[in-house]
């Protein structure tokens, strides 16, 4: 089956840097690659997706690209605040298929 | 729109007791999931739902787990009994159509204590 390696676990940003979050998966049929916003007490959101025919997505200060070539895709934060502190997952799907989630990155913007 | 309910919130029993955790989606979503997601873990799929059809429950413990869709709308998820290991924060998430690329809304969770 998928599996989806993230990293880092935890990443320390002041407000205003950029945050890099990274992911691989293991399967190079998987399609479908989403970010989901996890903050605390709550159930993660969606926050950008991306489809395996498109390389990078943008939605004002969150990117995503996508190497399908290396099976990896990383999330890009600009200008983080404090309320962008939170757990974010990745994860992986192909057709039917439910999402894997990787472990999860807890990131913590410092004001 | 409403978004996707659960309940308890929190619930914290003994080992060996039984617990049930519900599940009411978004409105018109088809597909019902039940993740459970361990601390400092992603979520793991335990059972998907289509209407009330189980597609896929290939990692459900079926041995103390279960869990139906009445009626292709609420969820019942249920430990009986109950192991330590079982102490887990239970997501209930759904999507209108079962196609992975169809976002998946989730809600709070149910935050599970097994002593």
Known sequence: ??????????????????????????????????WYKQELGKGPQLIIDIRSNV??????????????????????????QPEDSAVYFCA???????????????????? | EAGVAQSPRYKIIEKRQSVAFWCNPISGHATLYWYQQILGQGPKLLIQFQNNGVVDDSQLPKDRFSAE??????????????????????LCASSSQRVSTDTQYFGPGTRLTVL
């Open chain 1, 1 to 34: 089956g998928e599996n989806v390696e993230q990293h880092p676990s935890t990443l320390s940003v002041q407000e205003g840097d950029s945050a890099v979050i990274k992911c691989t998966y293991s399967d190079s049929a998987s399609n479908y690659f989403p």
């Open chain 1, 55 to 80: 390389g990078e997505k943008k939605d004002q200060r969150i990117a995503v690209t996508l190497n399908k070539t290396a099976k990896h895709f990383s999330l890009h934060i600009t200008e983080t």
């Open chain 1, 92 to 111: 992986a799907s192909k057709g039917y298929s439910t999402l894997t989630f990787g472990k999860g990155t807890m990131l913590l913007v410092s004001p």
């Open chain 2, 69 to 90: 869709r009445l009626k292709g709308v609420d969820s019942t998820l249920k430990i009986q009994p109950a192991k330590l290991e079982d102490s887990a924060v239970y």
